[in-house]
């Protein structure tokens, strides 16, 4: 399987802190995007890094990505009590989006 | 509003039946996709399209069947011989074309009774 892995499964954190999570594939990529789910609704896009990007920033998010070690981190920083969801990264080759198996973040208000 | 259109929100399947999933998108993309997420897990690909009258087995194809008559609809049928179908079913679309993003329905929800 392409499927990517989350690190770690669960994060609770209060609000105001930093919240970091990580994802390791497995194959080559084109492009690794990390995606928000809050309980029983779709994906909501947060950012794509190019494989030939080591780092990005939107808003509050960071993401890094280290093609060598397969690897990308995204750091939410700030942390609201409206970030509490599942955050789950996705790599593409081509047309085909393998997604990791998600880090349920919890952040206390 | 331009978007991705997944229906019912919640089906009930009996033991033995055919059901089918509705996605329709008016974003004008190519490609479609069927994901399907298992309580507390990540999702795995289904089947996905990337063009009207083709379509390609994802990882879990087996028990199911999908249809691209056209560009804005991918319906998602779970047959009787998908054993364990009570899931959480997510459509998606995106562009064709490298670093793509891909767009999400709301999903619809599976119970077997």
């Known amino acids: 399987s392409q499927q990517g892995e989350e690190d770690p499964q669960a994060l609770s954190i209060q609000e105001g802190e930093n919240a970091t999570m990580n994802c390791s594939y497995k194959?080559?990529?084109?492009?690794l995007q990390w995606y928000r789910q809050n309980s029983g609704r779709g994906l909501v896009h947060l950012i794509l890094?190019?494989?030939?990007?080591r780092e990005k920033h939107s808003g509050r998010l960071r993401v890094t990505l280290d093609t060598s070690k397969k690897s990308s981190s995204l750091l939410i920083t700030a942390s609201r009590a409206a970030d509490t969801a599942s955050y789950f990264c996705?790599?593409?080759?081509?047309?085909?989006?393998?997604f990791g198996t998600g880090t349920s973040l919890t952040v206390i208000p | 509003d331009g978007g991705i259109t997944q229906s019912p929100k919640y089906l009930f399947r009996k033991e033995g039946q055919n059901v089918t999933l509705s996605c329709e998108q008016n974003?004008?993309?190519?490609?479609m996709y069927w994901y399907r997420q298992d309580p507390g897990q990540g999702l795995r690909l289904i089947y996905y399209?990337?063009?009207?009258?083709?379509?390609q087995k994802g990882d879990i194809a087996e028990g199911y069947s999908v249809s691209r008559e056209k560009k804005e609809s991918f319906p998602l049928t779970v047959t009787s011989a998908q054993k364990n179908p009570t899931a959480f079913y997510l459509c998606?679309?995106?562009?064709?074309?490298?670093?793509?993003?891909?767009?999400f329905g709301e999903g619809s929800w599976l119970t077997v009774v």
């Open positions: 998606a679309s995106s562009i064709v074309s490298s670093g793509n993003t891909i767009y």
């Open positions: 194959t080559s990529i084109n492009n």
């Open positions: 890094i190019r494989s030939n990007e």
């Open positions: 996705a790599t593409g080759t081509g047309n085909q989006f393998y």
């Open positions: 974003l004008n993309h190519d490609a």
């Open positions: 399209s990337q063009i009207v009258n083709d379509f």
